[in-house]
Structure formats: structure tokens, C-alpha cells
């Protein structure tokens, strides 16, 4: 089974420029989680989506930062302006179903670097 | 709220020595909770999950759990290391007091395994 997959595994950008980023869940997860990582913290939450609705977007910065899971199956997060506390690690990741037992698969991230 | 406190950033130990990573969480209802394992530049991987019924949890690569109510505790223990363990470790936590089973993870603690 393949796993998560994501792209491009590392980008480096200026700031103001816009990034995007992709992700193409276990095939048959209804669930899909998009994530920032900082350097030296945990995982916090961007954007749930369920299918191609979106469940939970509370800690998503929606001035600068978009997503979109078109068809229910894969993702692109996007960012637009980027700022320098943006650099970080994208973790894409997906669940089988929507609850709170639920294993996530993670995918590899991807690694943003704001000049 | 929910929340997780991973105490110590770094452990360390010898090659054949107990592992002990701590983790405490907050939670106004019974929880569920998760240890990750993420090796350099890769994603999260399960080590092992506890959500109802015994008390003792056992996961992948020799890895154990115990959940104690009244220690809000849920530490990882493995009897013995590897070099391999080398990596860094995550605690989570969800409830049903959160939208949709969102996770919260620890800032994660690195262990180093020593020849």
C-alpha cells in the first residue's frame, strides 16, 4: 500500500513570494490533515478536511494561507504572501475515518525555508 | 482544552539501557492518546495508541505505554535500546470535548542512543 506522498520535498523562497505545496493521501482515507512543524515544537493543526469539506480551519491563518482538497482525494496548501516565520515543515497527513481513534499516516513534509 | 507535556527535549542513554520518555496531558474528558516516531527528514509513524480497555499498551519495535488515570500520565518505555531508536518522539492527545478528533502533540523529545 503506497503511503502519503508530497511535493516538492524541499523549497526555499523570499519573502512576499507565494509557495504551494501538495498531497496525495492512502488511497480510501476519507480524512486529511495538513500541519505546520517549527523547528524544536510538535505538529499544531492547519486544516481538517472530510472528503472535500472542511471539518476544522480554526488555527489556519486564512489572510495569507489556503487549501483545498478538490474531489475528496488530493490536497494543495498554499501561501500567499509568505512571511519568515512561515519556514517550517508541511506535514500532510490522512485517516481512515473522521474520530478521535483514529491513526494518521503522515507523509515525508515538506520543508519551507522563507528568505 | 487538551494539552501534552513531553518533560525533557533530549534523553539520552546507552545502547542496552531502559528508555523512559515522559508525557502528561490535560484533558476535561478520558482521552485517547498516541506516541509517534519521526526519523530524520521523514514523517510520523505510529509507535502505539491507547483508547479504551487495557491499561498497558503494547506498540511496534518493543515499545510500551502504560496510561494512568491519576497521573495523567502516558509514559513510553522499551526495556532495552537499539541505536536504531534514535529519533524523536511524539506524545498526542485527542477527546471528545475537541471538533472532529483533533490532535494535540508535544514539542517531542529527542533520544540519542550511545554506542
Known amino acids: 500500500e503506497a503511503g502519503v506522498a508530497q511535493s516538492p520535498r524541499y523549497k526555499i523562497i523570499e519573502k512576499r513570494q507565494s509557495v504551494a505545496f501538495w498531497c496525495n493521501p492512502i488511497?480510501?482515507?476519507?480524512?486529511l490533515y495538513w500541519y505546520q512543524q517549527i523547528l524544536g515544537q510538535g505538529p499544531k493543526l492547519l486544516i481538517q478536511?472530510?472528503?472535500?469539506?472542511?471539518?476544522?480551519d480554526s488555527q489556519l491563518p486564512k489572510d495569507r494561507f489556503s487549501a483545498e482538497r478538490l474531489k475528496g482525494v488530493d490536497s494543495t496548501l498554499k501561501i500567499q504572501p509568505a512571511k519568515l516565520e512561515d519556514s517550517a515543515v508541511y506535514l500532510c497527513?490522512?485517516?481512515?475515518?473522521?474520530?478521535?481513534?483514529?491513526?494518521?499516516?503522515f507523509g515525508p513534509g515538506t520543508r519551507l525555508l522563507v528568505l | 482544552a487538551q494539552s501534552v507535556t513531553q518533560l525533557g527535549s533530549h534523553v539520552s542513554v546507552s545502547e542496552g539501557a531502559l528508555v523512559l520518555l515522559r508525557c502528561n496531558y490535560s484533558?476535561?474528558?478520558?482521552?485517547?492518546l498516541f506516541w509517534y516516531v519521526q526519523y530524520p527528514n521523514q514523517g510520523l509513524q505510529l509507535l502505539l495508541k491507547?483508547?479504551?480497555?487495557?491499561?498497558l499498551v503494547k506498540g511496534i519495535n518493543g515499545f510500551e505505554a502504560e496510561f494512568k488515570k491519576s497521573e495523567t500520565s502516558f509514559h513510553l518505555t522499551k526495556p532495552s535500546a537499539h541505536m536504531s531508536d534514535a529519533a524523536e518522539y511524539f506524545c498526542?492527545?485527542?477527546?471528545?470535548?475537541?471538533?472532529?478528533?483533533?490532535?494535540?502533540f508535544g514539542d517531542g523529545t529527542t533520544l540519542t542512543v550511545k554506542p
Open positions: 497527513a490522512s485517516s481512515l475515518g473522521e474520530g478521535y481513534q483514529e491513526t494518521q499516516y
Open positions: 488511497s480510501g482515507h476519507a480524512t
Open positions: 478536511f472530510q472528503n472535500n469539506g472542511v471539518v476544522d
Open positions: 484533558s476535561s474528558v478520558p482521552p485517547y
Open positions: 491507547y483508547t479504551t480497555g487495557a491499561t
Open positions: 498526542a492527545v485527542s477527546d471528545l470535548s475537541t471538533n472532529a478528533g483533533k490532535s494535540t
